[in-house]
């Protein structure tokens, strides 16, 4: 219940945050609250990428890239997320979420979340999503040219490509699976 309070704040005050340039960093003030720690009284792991699906809508709302998507009818869907954790988020600390998108591919757009506190980055979660229409997947340049018309990717990261390049190997060794048990 607590996310969909965060997630309609992020929709209803989007605005007050001001536009963003397609290729903008969102930056996000917030709080561990205590329906976000588990047994260990730290901020839960799962609770690091439900807050990074925050740091992408607003993101996407700033920069009008979802805005614009979301009334063709067209929706994100994550398709694979990472996270690597350095340090501890404690109850009722305040940290920034720092979010921007890497870059996109022919299928993908990868989007960076950064978790900091007192300047040192506690998390970083890495995300690939798309977007569907009833149509099919979209190819990422479309979806987004609507934020800025002819906007090109910029190089993405080779850590990113190399964990890119895994996922696929996974999905393709599980695609294998599911069709030798049918």
């Avoid at 109850?91 to 890497?102: A, G, I």
């Avoid at 979340?113 to 990422?140: D, K, M, Q, T, W």
């Amino acid at each position: 219940m607590m996310m969909l309070f965060r997630s309609l704040w992020i929709w209803l005050t989007f605005r007050l945050r001001g536009p963003l340039e397609v290729l903008g960093a969102s930056r996000l003030s917030l709080r561990v609250w205590p329906g976000d720690i588990d047994m260990n009284l730290h901020m839960n792991n799962g609770r690091y990428f439900s807050v990074a699906d925050l740091g992408r809508l607003d993101l996407g709302l700033r920069n009008r890239v979802w805005l614009r998507a979301l009334k063709r009818g067209w929706r994100p869907v994550a398709g694979d997320s990472d996270a690597r954790f350095s340090s501890s988020l404690q109850p009722f600390q305040r940290y920034q979420l720092q979010s921007r998108t890497l870059g996109w591919d022919a299928k993908w757009i990868y989007c960076e979340h950064r978790f900091v506190r007192n300047g040192r980055v506690c998390a970083l979660v890495l995300v690939r999503y798309l977007f569907i229409s009833p149509e099919g997947v979209l190819p990422p340049s479309k979806v987004m040219a609507l934020g800025a018309g002819d906007v090109q990717t910029p190089t993405l990261p080779d850590w990113a490509v190399r964990w890119g390049d895994t996922q696929d190997r996974i999905t393709a060794t599980l695609k294998a699976e599911r069709a030798a048990r049918d």
